[in-house]
Structures are given as C-alpha cells and as structure tokens.
C-alpha cells in the first residue's frame, strides 16, 4: 500500500541529494576533522563548508555556527551554557508555556540549580503577548528564549520584536528555530536573535545533527567535557557525514524556499478548508495566517486523538 506521511513536523526522509554528499564520508572521506594530515584537513574543510552553508541561510558569520548532536543538545547548550556563564549578572530566564521539551525541561533543570524562570502565556491562538514579555523582564534577567514556531500549532512569534526588546534591555535572545527552518526566512541580524538553535532531521537531512548559531562575543560554559572540538565549546569527534548533509539541506531548502512553501501553504490551505467544509465541529488551532506553511493542527469536537490516528492507517479494510 502506498503510504502517504503526514508527519513532518516530527521528521523528514533525506533527500537524494543530501545522502549523495553524505556517503564518502562514511567510507573513504573517514578522516578525523582534528588530524593534520589530508584525510583529516578534508574533513575539516567538509565541516566548514556546512558552516558556510549555514551562515549563508541565517545571514550571520561561518564562525558563529556551531555543530551539535541534535537540537535538543543545541537547546541545552544554549541555556545552560548562558545560564552558567552569566549567573554573576543575574538568575532569571524568561520563556513560554508552549516550548518544546528540549527547552521546558532544562528550564526545569535550571530552577533545581537555582535559577528562575518565568513561562509565558500564549493567546488562543499561540501568541506570546509582548507586554507580558516586557513586565516580565526584571534586572537580573539574563536570558530570553522564545521558540520562532510552535511544533504542534505551528504559530510563528513575533520574532523580530522580542529580538528589540532583549536587545534595548541588555538580555540574550535564544530562539528554537527547530521548526522554523526551511520553512520561515530567518535573519539574525535583522531579528536581534543571538542563539539559535536548528536540527538536520526537520529540514529532510539526517538525525543525529544539529547546529546552534552563537554571537560573536558571547561566551558560553560548557556543558560536555572532553576535547577542544567546535572551538571548545562542543566536545566530541564531529559528526562530518552528518554535518555534511545537515549543510546540503539547509542549502538545498533556501534554495527551492519560495517555490516549495507557496505550494505547501496553498496545499495547507485547501486541506484546512476542505476538513471546516466537510466535518461538523471541527477547530483549527494556532493562527490561521501567521503559522508554519506545512502545519495544520485541527481538533475534533468529541473524539479522541488516538482513534482518529489508528483509524487513518486504514483504507477500506487495509492496514499499515
Ligand atoms: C524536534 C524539535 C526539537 C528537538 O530536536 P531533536 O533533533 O529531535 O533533538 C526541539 N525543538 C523543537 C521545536 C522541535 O520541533
């Protein structure tokens, strides 16, 4: 049975093109990134091409791009790594009530270890209000980490302005862009975000990759112990086929941007209308503009979740 996957908002396949410039750097590209002889200087030169490839994207500096195991660990460096540098200026994180768990739960983590943190409400449609977020603000905060795009509803924050308040107030600006890559433009200049953090297996790379952009001038502690890697603040030997194709994705999705998120937001579009127009009681939830181009979140009135997934493996009595 051919299947159709609905899914992506928890991962994407890897494209051809990404494998293909993956793949000889698993055999004869096997390098060490840190060995100073050919095999590993290729490696070297692989990984710092992905961070080119990934600058370009954010429009920030190669050297402000970081790799990481994924973007969970880009969240926990991200937080945990200005939460500890800066306690000497203060202990307070503000965040949302509506961040994924690589966020809630090192802010969770991070209130044992004696910070605190305030989680901001979302509206009805999963917008942070900005005066709650400027109230919420007090001298001994030290971080803002607001995601760009919800990964159930899809909402996209108001990034830019959160980015004006931190920057008139002194504070970091961390946003998980987790979602929001390959299918929002993100400036980080034009936005004043000053972490963000991405993942390869969202925007059709590979799992197990991830990247975390730092400005220049900040200084975060680390959080893994070990070797000098990603300029001492990631240690571990680096993931070349992986950064690699997390490089080409990025590429290859900015590449095909408008084209590919104006047919996915005209798809989304008839999908939504055509389920209001022919299910009674049935919710859209986030907003119906300002929301990711392949996301739609939609509640029906009296059933449960769990049926509605188990009933739609199945096409008249076939199964998957
Ligand atoms: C998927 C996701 C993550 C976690 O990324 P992993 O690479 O799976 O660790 C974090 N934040 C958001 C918003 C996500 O959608």
């Known amino acids: 049975m051919f299947v159709r996957y609905f899914d992506h908002a928890a991962t994407t396949a890897v494209k051809e093109e990404v494998l293909k410039e993956m793949l000889p750097y698993f055999s004869i590209n096997y390098g060490n990134a840190s060995?100073?002889?050919?095999?590993?200087?290729?490696?070297?030169?692989?990984?710092?091409?992905?961070?080119?490839?990934?600058?370009?994207?954010?429009?920030?500096?190669?050297?402000?791009?970081?790799?990481?195991?994924?973007?969970?660990?880009?969240?926990?460096?991200?937080?945990?790594?200005?939460?500890f540098e800066n306690l000497h200026k203060g202990n307070h994180i503000i965040t949302t009530k509506i961040e994924h768990h690589a966020i809630l739960n090192t802010c969770k983590s991070l209130e044992k270890e004696g910070f605190v943190v305030t989680y901001l409400n979302v509206d009805e449609n999963g917008f942070i209000n900005i005066n709650e977020l400027k109230s919420s603000i007090t001298d001994k905060t030290i971080l803002i980490s607001i995601m760009f795009a919800n990964n159930e509803i899809g909402t996209i924050q108001p990034i830019k302005e959160i980015g004006e308040i931190a920057k008139l107030k002194n504070i970091y600006f961390h946003t998980d862009a987790v979602q929001a890559v390959g299918n929002s433009r993100i400036n980080v200049q034009e936005m004043g975000i000053d972490l963000l953090s991405m993942s390869a297996h969202k925007f059709y790379g590979p799992k197990g990759v991830g990247a975390l952009y730092v400005r220049d001038g900040i200084d975060l502690k680390k959080i893994q112990d070990g070797g000098h890697q990603e300029k001492d603040k990631r240690s571990g030997t680096e993931n070349v086929a992986g950064i690699v194709g997390l490089g080409k994705a990025i590429e290859l999705a900015y590449k095909n941007f408008d084209k590919y998120n104006e047919k996915l937001t005209s798809l989304r579009d008839y999908y939504i209308s055509q389920v209001e127009e022919r299910i009674p009681e049935v919710k859209l939830n986030g907003d119906r503009k300002t929301r990711l181009p392949g996301n739609a979140n939609i509640s029906f009135k009296g059933i449960d979740r769990r049926s509605v997934i188990i009933k739609l493996r199945c096409k008249g009595n076939m199964c998957i």
Do not use: W
């Open 35 to 83: 060995s100073i002889y050919s095999l590993g200087r290729q490696s070297k030169r692989a990984i710092d091409n992905a961070r080119m490839q990934v600058s370009e994207v954010l429009n920030c500096h190669p050297r402000e791009v970081y790799f990481t195991g994924c973007g969970s660990e880009s969240d926990n460096l991200a937080l945990k790594g200005v939460a």
